[in-house]
C-alpha cells in the first residue's frame, strides 16, 4: 500500500497550490479519503474528505471557500485545491485513506506560506 503526496512547495499569501496524492496497492475506489494537516508545534487537523464516489466533501471551517477536494477514481489519485493561501496554512499536508477498520497515511508534502 503507497499513498504518494506531491505538490507541495513555497507560495507567496494569496497564492494558490494544487496537491495531488497517488495510491496504489488498495481498491481505491472503496476507500473515502481525507487531507490532513500538521504546523509546527500543532496536532495534525482534518482539512477536507471526500466520499468514496466523490459526491461528499467535507472542509474544515478555516479552509471552506478556498480549498477544493475531488478524486479521479480511473487514475487513483486525489487532489487538493488550494486557493488564497495565508501564512497559517503552512503546514505538512497528509494523505489519508480509510474503510474501517484499515487506514493508510502518506508521508505528508510541505506547504510553506511566506512572502
Known amino acids: 500500500v503507497q499513498l504518494v503526496e506531491s505538490g507541495g512547495g513555497l507560495v507567496q499569501p494569496g497564492g494558490s497550490l494544487r496537491l495531488s496524492c497517488a495510491a496504489s496497492?488498495?481498491?481505491?475506489?472503496?476507500?473515502?479519503m481525507r487531507w490532513y494537516r500538521q504546523a509546527p508545534g500543532k496536532e495534525r487537523e482534518l482539512v477536507a474528505g471526500i466520499s468514496s464516489a466523490g459526491g461528499i466533501t467535507n472542509y474544515a471551517d478555516s479552509v471552506k471557500g478556498r480549498f477544493t477536494i475531488r478524486r479521479d477514481n480511473a487514475k487513483n489519485t486525489v487532489y487538493l485545491q488550494m486557493n488564497s493561501l495565508k501564512p497559517e496554512d503552512t503546514a505538512v499536508y497528509y494523505c489519508?485513506?480509510?474503510?474501517?477498520?484499515?487506514?493508510?497515511w502518506g508521508k505528508g508534502t510541505l506547504v510553506t506560506v511566506s512572502s
Open positions: 489519508n485513506a480509510v474503510k474501517l477498520p484499515l487506514d493508510y
Open positions: 496497492g488498495f481498491t481505491f475506489s472503496s476507500y473515502r
